[in-house]
């Protein structure tokens, strides 16, 4: 979903960087426009297209050169308007929808002088006022102009280089990971679109809605029917919660998309769906101490029984109070939540990690608990915090929110469900809560003391949960580690065909495929590491501060450099070797990394021993920008695979059916002496 964004916008950016170029120079022009300016997210922009200079979409001087184009620019015509219009500037569209802008522009210039403009280049919002105030103030042309230009000098390189940290950061992580450097440059440049364009957007929307509520109060006074009458309430100027539904339907909007999106990947089977797995597997190793009774304790305090004991004391509660249409919403809620998780659980037959243990929940379907737990505190969200000051308000919805993502996390932290199957209950439950909170806002507010049933909340919360991780305990934890599911195949069998249906591909954090394993291994990787010294491979730079300086050294040595660490389903390496020299170029290595699987090999003496996969590639240094480089992956390097072979004591070459790739099968002297490869030399080559 995300990632398919991101690596879409990296591909555009390349094969349009004259339109990347253009929209730099635009966005950083439009940043100092009046008004309009503060809406524009054009420094987020810029440090979005600077990340992707280390990918060789955009190049960094040209970039750099448009947006000090873009930015003199728009400093420029806005001081020409205000020198040639003066105080008739304020009459003029946009300055007379914020008649008080140019006074407290004008105090701000006042207070800093002509230091002004260059402040003003690098704080967000007033960028947009000073530079028409200092033409209406009557500045001189020529001074503003050196100002204009010496602060765009500045600011351009500053953070078009920020940028471009991040993307180096990124790029160094895109190696280890895949898709993750293309899925981080889309996060953080998405994020940072949210953080900024969002509140500026919300505020001009609700300040225009303001704006045109008379004219639409006097339409839906001016005739009869259901839509007036709805539109009259909504618009009473008695109340206020014009706010409330915007920011209600931008939950419903978000909520929607991330659903939808996960759906889509959960059936089209995408990446999403094999990081699950690796997601899974990478956790295992931590589920121990006092995280992972933390983690019991927080999906818990998230399980179906707490979450309908205090939706049941709440809508108690609520009737008590009389506030019969919030009780009835809360049902809702419940209902709606059960209902989607057991629908989809038909439509998709997607078992979770390990079977819901009896008496885990009330909900019994992957994703239950999270997707009624999001409901019934979002829904409870919006009853109380209607009549709550935006603050108060602000810190409920965190809270609710903070809650929420630590169940997601103690879920999958512990095995009991996918990543996936989390995200999309999360999406629903808050979807079905900002929906049915659309419609209870709509109407007339009911007697509710917010802060009452806040407090009610919270403590039925502390006490049921309090109570359901001292009495299940014991239970969870004898069930809490799903522990990874293991193989066994005896050594004729792996010969046979068993090697054949091991992984070809290793598998990323993300669930993207890379690279090819060519190398199986019984036995500790101890004795593949000895065997490798003896054929000039030595295990990598170490990572320290002076090794790591080594990716800005301007000649930088492939034998000097550290490997970077990459997973396969969610497994760290258990030996990581390179090659240097000996007929590879000066800016190449071969560089093999071993990881663990949960297969294990019987051998004929009844001793059973850990098989491992591995690949060797080829990587070659490349300089990113003038003071980064990267070692970037140029495919599988098989064609080494016959002469490590001949330095192991068992081995054997063989040709894999799906791929035609040369595949090593290998043990160290234990198992050469045990008979496996030896004995059945004859099976399974082709």
Same mark, same amino acid.
């Given at each position: 979903?995300?990632?398919?964004?991101?690596?879409?916008?990296?591909?555009?950016?390349?094969?349009?960087?004259?339109?990347?170029?253009?929209?730099?120079?635009?966005?950083?022009?439009?940043?100092?426009?009046?008004?309009?300016?503060?809406?524009?997210?054009?420094?987020?922009?810029?440090?979005?297209?600077?990340?992707?200079?280390?990918?060789?979409?955009?190049?960094?001087?040209?970039?750099?050169?448009?947006?000090?184009?873009?930015?003199?620019?728009?400093?420029?015509?806005?001081?020409?308007?205000?020198?040639?219009?003066?105080?008739?500037?304020?009459?003029?569209?946009?300055?007379?929808?914020?008649?008080?802008?140019?006074?407290?522009?004008?105090?701000?210039?006042?207070?800093?002088?002509?230091?002004?403009?260059?402040?003003?280049?690098?704080?967000?919002?007033?960028?947009?006022?000073?530079?028409?105030?200092?033409?209406?103030?009557?500045?001189?042309?020529?001074?503003?102009?050196?100002?204009?230009?010496?602060?765009?000098?500045?600011?351009?390189?500053?953070?078009?280089?920020?940028?471009?940290?991040?993307?180096?950061?990124?790029?160094?992580?895109?190696?280890?990971?895949?898709?993750?450097?293309?899925?981080?440059?889309?996060?953080?440049?998405?994020?940072?679109?949210?953080?900024?364009?969002?509140?500026?957007?919300?505020?001009?929307?609700?300040?225009?809605?303001?704006?045109?509520?008379?004219?639409?109060?006097?339409?839906?006074?001016?005739?009869?029917?259901?839509?007036?009458?709805?539109?009259?309430?909504?618009?009473?100027?008695?109340?206020?919660?014009?706010?409330?539904?915007?920011?209600?339907?931008?939950?419903?909007?978000?909520?929607?998309?991330?659903?939808?999106?996960?759906?889509?990947?959960?059936?089209?089977?995408?990446?999403?769906?094999?990081?699950?797995?690796?997601?899974?597997?990478?956790?295992?190793?931590?589920?121990?101490?006092?995280?992972?009774?933390?983690?019991?304790?927080?999906?818990?305090?998230?399980?179906?029984?707490?979450?309908?004991?205090?939706?049941?004391?709440?809508?108690?509660?609520?009737?008590?109070?009389?506030?019969?249409?919030?009780?009835?919403?809360?049902?809702?809620?419940?209902?709606?939540?059960?209902?989607?998780?057991?629908?989809?659980?038909?439509?998709?037959?997607?078992?979770?990690?390990?079977?819901?243990?009896?008496?885990?929940?009330?909900?019994?379907?992957?994703?239950?608990?999270?997707?009624?737990?999001?409901?019934?505190?979002?829904?409870?969200?919006?009853? +109380?915090?209607? *009549? &709550?000051? #935006?603050?108060?308000?602000?810190? !409920?919805?965190? /809270?609710?929110? $903070?809650?929420? =993502? @630590?169940?997601?996390?103690?879920?999958?932290?512990?095995?009991?469900?996918?990543?996936?199957?989390?995200?999309?209950?999360?999406?629903?439950?808050?979807?079905?809560?900002?929906?049915?909170?659309?419609?209870?806002?709509?109407?007339?507010?009911?007697?509710? +003391?917010?802060? *009452? &049933?806040? #407090?009610?909340?919270?403590?039925? !919360?502390?006490? /049921?949960?309090? $109570?359901?991780? =001292? @009495?299940?305990?014991?239970?969870?934890?004898?069930?809490?580690?799903?522990?990874?599911?293991?193989?066994?195949?005896?050594?004729?069998?792996?010969?046979?065909?068993?090697?054949?249906?091991?992984?070809?591909?290793?598998?990323?954090?993300?669930?993207?495929?890379?690279?090819?394993?060519?190398?199986?291994?019984?036995?500790?990787?101890?004795?593949?590491?000895?065997? $490798?010294?003896?054929?000039?491979?030595?295990?990598?730079?170490?990572?320290?501060?002076?090794?790591?300086?080594?990716?800005?050294?301007?000649?930088?040595?492939?034998?000097?450099?550290?490997?970077?660490?990459?997973?396969?389903?969610?497994?760290?390496?258990?030996?990581?070797?390179?090659?240097?020299?000996?007929?590879?170029?000066?800016?190449?290595?071969?560089?093999?990394?071993?990881?663990?699987?949960?297969?294990?090999?019987?051998?004929?003496?009844?001793?059973?021993?850990?098989?491992?996969?591995?690949?060797?590639?080829?990587?070659?240094?490349?300089?990113?920008?003038?003071?980064?480089?990267?070692?970037?992956?140029?495919?599988?390097?098989?064609?080494?695979?016959?002469?490590?072979?001949?330095?192991?004591?068992?081995?054997?070459?063989?040709?894999?059916?799906?791929?035609?790739?040369?595949?090593?099968?290998?043990?160290?002297?234990?198992?050469?002496?045990?008979?496996?490869?030896?004995?059945?030399?004859?099976?399974?080559?082709?």
């Amino acid at each position: 979903m995300l990632g398919h964004l991101s690596d879409t916008i990296v591909h555009a950016a390349r094969m349009h960087a004259l339109l990347a170029y253009g929209l730099a120079f635009v966005l950083t022009a439009a940043e100092a426009f009046p008004v309009i300016g503060a809406l524009v997210p054009g420094t987020a922009i810029i440090v979005g297209l600077g990340a992707l200079v280390p990918t060789g979409a955009l190049h960094f001087w040209p970039l750099v050169a448009w947006s000090t184009g873009g930015a003199i620019l728009g400093d420029g015509l806005p001081f020409w308007f205000g020198s040639r219009f003066r105080h008739q500037a304020t009459g003029l569209w946009p300055l007379s929808l914020h008649p008080d802008l140019l006074p407290r522009g004008k105090a701000f210039f006042e207070r800093h002088g002509g230091s002004a403009v260059i402040i003003a280049r690098f704080t967000p919002g007033v960028r947009a006022v000073v530079p028409i105030v200092a033409g209406v103030s009557g500045m001189r042309s020529l001074r503003f102009y050196v100002l204009d230009v010496v602060s765009a000098v500045i600011w351009a390189p500053a953070h078009v280089g920020a940028g471009v940290l991040v993307g180096a950061s990124l790029a160094i992580l895109g190696v280890m990971a895949g898709r993750l450097e293309a899925l981080l440059i889309g996060s953080i440049v998405s994020l940072v679109l949210l953080l900024w364009l969002v509140p500026r957007l919300l505020r001009f929307v609700i300040s225009w809605l303001e704006s045109k509520r008379g004219p639409a109060l006097a339409w839906a006074h001016a005739g009869k029917g259901r839509i007036r009458s709805n539109v009259a309430s909504i618009l009473d100027p008695a109340r206020t919660e014009l706010s409330g539904l915007i920011t209600l339907a931008g939950a419903l909007a978000g909520s929607l998309w991330l659903l939808l999106g996960v759906l889509q990947d959960l059936i089209a089977g995408d990446p999403l769906v094999y990081a699950d797995h690796a997601i899974l597997h990478f956790l295992e190793p931590y589920r121990s101490g006092i995280p992972m009774e933390a983690a019991m304790a927080c999906s818990r305090l998230g399980s179906g029984a707490v979450t309908l004991a205090v939706a049941a004391v709440a809508l108690v509660w609520l009737d008590r109070q009389s506030a019969w249409r919030g009780a009835a919403y809360g049902i809702a809620a419940v209902i709606g939540a059960s209902l989607f998780t057991a629908g989809l659980d038909l439509a998709l037959h997607r078992a979770p990690p390990s079977p819901i243990a009896p008496g885990w929940s009330l909900i019994p379907f992957p994703g239950g608990d999270l997707a009624t737990s999001c409901a019934v505190y979002g829904i409870l969200t919006v009853i +109380a915090g209607r *009549r &709550l000051g #935006a603050r108060p308000r602000i810190g !409920l919805i965190t /809270a609710t929110v $903070l809650f929420a =993502a @630590l169940q997601l996390g103690s879920r999958v932290y512990l095995g009991l469900d996918w990543f996936s199957s989390e995200l999309a209950a999360l999406g629903f439950g808050f979807a079905w809560a900002a929906g049915l909170g659309l419609a209870y806002v709509a109407r007339p507010v009911e007697p509710v +003391a917010p802060w *009452r &049933l806040v #407090a009610i909340t919270a403590a039925t !919360l502390a006490i /049921a949960g309090t $109570l359901a991780v =001292a @009495l299940n305990r014991n239970a969870d934890l004898a069930r809490h580690d799903v522990g990874r599911m293991s193989t066994t195949m005896t050594c004729p069998d792996w010969l046979q065909h068993g090697w054949q249906n091991l992984p070809t591909r290793s598998l990323g954090m993300l669930g993207s495929f890379s690279g090819s394993l060519t190398i199986q291994w019984i036995g500790p990787a101890d004795g593949l590491r000895h065997a $490798l010294a003896q054929l000039g491979w030595r295990s990598p730079a170490p990572w320290t501060f002076r090794n790591a300086l080594e990716f800005l050294a301007p000649h930088a040595s492939p034998a000097e450099i550290p490997a970077l660490p990459r997973w396969d389903d969610g497994r760290r390496a258990d030996l990581i070797m390179v090659f240097v020299g000996h007929g590879l170029a000066a800016d190449k290595r071969l560089v093999l990394r071993l990881w663990k699987t949960s297969v294990s090999v019987t051998m004929p003496t009844g001793s059973v021993r850990t098989l491992r996969i591995g690949e060797i590639e080829m990587q070659r240094l490349r300089r990113m920008v003038s003071t980064l480089t990267i070692p970037v992956s140029e495919g599988s390097a098989s064609t080494v695979l016959p002469r490590i072979a001949a330095a192991l004591p068992a081995s054997r070459l063989v040709t894999r059916a799906a791929d035609g790739a040369t595949v090593l099968l290998a043990g160290d002297r234990a198992v050469d002496t045990e008979g496996c490869l030896t004995q059945h030399r004859g099976d399974g080559a082709q």
